[in-house]
């Protein structure tokens, strides 16, 4: 069920990204500005089976046995992300992840996403997020910065480094890719997270945006 990336130093548990990830979209059905380039279509995720995992958890949250067995999993962390890859597409799926998280009030849950768009998920992030030990974050569609502010917590994508924000930087650039000791993605504290873009297709996507903008 779970995976450990080496950036996060923790377990997550993830599906297939766009395939789950209704919010990736706009009117028109393209990916939105941040999803143009999506990491979790390239690279380590194409291997089959980091695909293996992602494919089984589609199938496994349906288990009536689900939450518990993921309870018993988290009993000992002390931190978890949802989805690495892929989103909490469907209402039920929200709803065994809220008992998880209820459930396990000792383990610290992150979980960024685009869900908030649709209305019938509305209400059970806001139960998330009143939880203590859950920091539920709207993921911003933007890549030059901008900040959902209408949410207690949320993140963006700024077009580098070097861009002037009032956001916490994630610094994981200036750690080889990795969170380290940081945990502010974590925390209710941190307002907005702010990660750098990079990739090789960045300048294209940013110059593709402006065009069209």
Known sequence: MLSRTSK?????????????CPGSKDSTGEAVPACKVCYARQGMYHMPNVKAVREFNLQDWRNSDWVDRMVSSLSKQKFFRWF???????????????????????????LPTRM????????????????????VRASSDEVDGSVLDTYLNSSTIIPDRDFKTEAYVCPAYKQDGKCLTCRQCWDKMTPVI????????????????QMKG
């Open 8 to 20: 996060l130093g923790c377990y997550s548990w993830s599906l297939q990204a766009w395939d789950t």
């Open 84 to 110: 690495d890859s892929g989103d909490m597409f469907h209402i039920q799926l929200a709803e065994k992840i809220y008992t998880v998280m209820n459930r396990t009030p000792n383990c610290r849950h992150w």
């Open 116 to 135: 908030y768009k649709f209305p019938k998920f509305q209400a059970m992030l806001r139960a998330m997020q009143d939880l203590p030990n859950v920091t």
């Open 194 to 209: 702010a990660y750098p873009y990079h990739g090789k297709s960045k300048a294209k996507v940013i110059k593709l945006i």
